[in-house]
């Protein structure tokens, strides 16, 4: 009895919101151990732990499918560790971390190690995500069954596009065979060589090189092609164009297993953020 009435918690009067259920309204929430005992109106546990919710938004943790901490390599820029925290701060229970570390996380030792800090640390989930091809070069692809077997959710070289198609149809296929998603870095570097922002007329007026919406475009209409062909899951990085989202959205109304995000400077700051010639606001894509 002592041990269910310290793990016990009642979280009055908070706005509950649930997607899963569509429940948005004022509600309890009994939490026994580590389960949701009941959500409710006026419930009662005189054991347990209480916490005055009223005036805050209570909901599922959040995911973060695509995160950066950096570990292995430069702990000087963030840790699994400082990483968690941050997200736990933030509200968010489940983390991918992305496979741009140095060394990249292109073998079963190094998600081992990722998975074994993360539980040591055992603030939230930490998932890896395995790079594409060994060392993110884009020629030849990694061993995914012993990456996943080690604990790796799913494959991307983000950071980098998978520049030849052979490569990444393959990808796709045996991507396929363990049904994982290939997330990919959706920008044709051959069209973004040396830019340093949106091309448009503000580059021109500021006389800096542009990167064109359609370098991000092609790549997505090509993958697209290639994982409606393959019939894998396909998820793209930071979707930052019109068109790009216009293709995955009829992609998606033709069947296509296809996912996307995009990241929250793109809702608040645009080209003409850079006439200060500021690099704090300068981003890729």
Same mark, same amino acid.
């Given at each position: 009895?002592?041990?269910?009435?310290?793990?016990?918690?009642?979280?009055?009067?908070?706005?509950?919101?649930?997607?899963?259920?569509?429940?948005?309204?004022?509600?309890?929430?009994?939490?026994?151990?580590?389960?949701?005992?009941?959500?409710?109106?006026?419930?009662?546990?005189?054991?347990?732990?209480?916490?005055?919710?009223?005036?805050?938004? *209570?909901?599922? =943790? @959040?995911?973060?499918?695509? #995160?950066?901490?950096?570990?292995?390599?430069?702990? $000087?820029? !963030?840790? /699994?560790?400082?990483?968690?925290?941050?997200? *736990?701060?933030? =509200? @968010?229970?489940?983390?991918? #971390?992305?496979?741009?570390?140095?060394?990249?996380? $292109?073998? !079963?030792? /190094?998600?081992?190690?990722?998975?074994?800090?993360?539980?040591?640390?055992?603030?939230?989930?930490?998932?890896?995500?395995?790079?594409?091809?060994?060392?993110?070069?884009?020629?030849?692809?990694?061993?995914?069954?012993?990456?996943?077997?080690?604990?790796?959710?799913?494959?991307?070289?983000?950071?980098?596009?998978?520049?030849?198609?052979?490569?990444?149809?393959?990808?796709?296929?045996?991507?396929?065979?363990?049904?994982?998603?290939?997330?990919?870095?959706?920008?044709?570097?051959?069209?973004?060589?040396?830019?340093?922002?949106?091309?448009?007329?503000?580059?021109?007026?500021?006389?800096?090189?542009?990167?064109?919406?359609?370098?991000?475009?092609?790549?997505?209409?090509?993958?697209?092609?290639?994982?409606?062909?393959?019939?894998?899951?396909?998820?793209?990085?930071?979707?930052?164009?019109?068109?790009?989202?216009?293709?995955?959205?009829?992609?998606?109304?033709?069947?296509?297993?296809?996912?996307?995000?995009?990241?929250?400077?793109?809702?608040?700051?645009?080209?003409?953020?850079?006439?200060?010639?500021?690099?704090?606001?300068?981003?890729?894509?």
């Amino acid at each position: 009895m002592q041990e269910e009435r310290l793990s016990s918690i009642l979280i009055r009067g908070g706005r509950v919101i649930d997607p899963q259920s569509q429940l948005d309204a004022e509600r309890d929430i009994l939490i026994s151990g580590s389960k949701i005992a009941n959500v409710g109106k006026n419930l009662k546990a005189a054991r347990a732990k209480q916490i005055d919710a009223r005036g805050t938004i *209570v909901c599922p =943790g @959040f995911v973060d499918l695509h #995160c950066h901490l950096r570990d292995p390599g430069r702990p $000087d820029k !963030e840790t /699994i560790e400082s990483g968690s925290t941050a997200a *736990v701060a933030g =509200g @968010f229970t489940t983390i991918c #971390c992305m496979p741009n570390t140095d060394p990249p996380i $292109d073998n !079963e030792g /190094i998600v081992t190690y990722i998975c074994k800090e993360a539980a040591r640390v055992n603030l939230c989930r930490v998932y890896p995500i395995a790079a594409i091809t060994k060392r993110r070069e884009g020629k030849e692809i990694t061993e995914f069954g012993e990456l996943i077997k080690a604990g790796a959710r799913g494959f991307s070289d983000d950071g980098d596009v998978v520049e030849d198609s052979r490569v990444f149809r393959h990808a796709l296929e045996y991507s396929k065979t363990f049904d994982v998603p290939i997330f990919e870095h959706p920008l044709d570097s051959s069209m973004v060589a040396d830019a340093v922002m949106n091309e448009g007329i503000v580059s021109t007026r500021l006389g800096l090189k542009g990167s064109p919406p359609l370098a991000e475009e092609v790549i997505v209409a090509r993958d697209l092609r290639l994982a409606k062909f393959t019939g894998a899951r396909l998820h793209f990085c930071h979707i930052s164009t019109a068109g790009a989202l216009a293709l995955i959205r009829a992609a998606k109304e033709d069947g296509v297993r296809v996912t996307c995000e995009t990241c929250p400077h793109y809702f608040y700051f645009n080209d003409e953020t850079l006439a200060t010639f500021d690099t704090n606001f300068k981003v890729n894509p």
